[in-house]
Every structure is written in C-alpha cells, then in structure tokens.
C-alpha cells in the first residue's frame, strides 16, 4: 500500500504560480513512477505530467512551457510548479503513484482556483 498526500493548491489570480507538492508513505520502495492529474468539474481526469525513477519525465502539452514536475520518486517526493496560469488550469489536482508490482494510488486531491 501507499499512501499520498497532496498539499500546495489555493487561489491565484490569471499569470500566478503554484506549487504543488507530494509525499508518499508506506511501500515507497515499490513506488515506479510518480504522477500529477487533475479533474475539473464534470470532466475526466486527465494526466498533467509524470516522473519516472530514473527522473524522465513527460508531460501533457497543455502543461509544457508552464509546468515543472521535479522530485525524487525513489523516496516518494514529487513537486508540480505551475506558472502562467490561467482560469483553464482551474482543477482538482491529484497526485498518483505508479508501482512495480501492478497498483495505482491516487491522493485525495488539492483544489487550484485561478481567478480574477
């Protein structure tokens, strides 16, 4: 099992930054990939970016330019710094971690609000 927990979202006006940050506990060592998604109301839950153990990463186009995912999987830290938002941004973003062994762990969420 792991567990995460996402902390970081808030209010910010158009042009702002985030940073989204989170940690996991328990199999950390099992722990491939680390993930961020985010949901807006009565949308999919889509992927923003990832980073992979051996720190590649990837991300959504949507997120390149603008979006930094930085951390260290391996020890179950992973951090989503977010520039230029704007009010699209506005979502439920959720931390995911992708394991060696099959299972996929979501966080709860933490909500970013842009407006003006």
């Known amino acids: 099992q792991v567990q995460l927990v996402e902390s970081g979202g808030g209010l910010v006006q158009p042009g702002g930054s985030l940073t989204l940050s989170c940690a996991a506990s328990?199999?950390?060592?099992?722990?491939?990939?680390m993930l961020w998604h985010r949901q807006t109301p009565g949308g999919q839950r889509e992927l923003v970016a990832s980073?992979?153990?051996?720190?590649?990463?990837y991300y959504r186009n949507f997120a390149k330019g603008r979006f930094t995912i930085f951390g260290d999987s391996a020890k179950g830290t992973v951090y989503l710094q977010m520039n230029s938002l704007k009010s699209e941004d506005t979502a439920v973003y959720y931390c995911?971690?992708?394991?060696?062994?099959?299972?996929?762990?979501w966080g709860r969420g933490t909500q970013v609000t842009v407006f003006s």
């Open positions: 328990g199999s950390v060592a099992r722990i491939s990939m």
């Open positions: 995911g971690a992708r394991t060696v062994d099959g299972p996929y762990y």
């Open positions: 980073i992979a153990v051996d720190s590649s990463t």
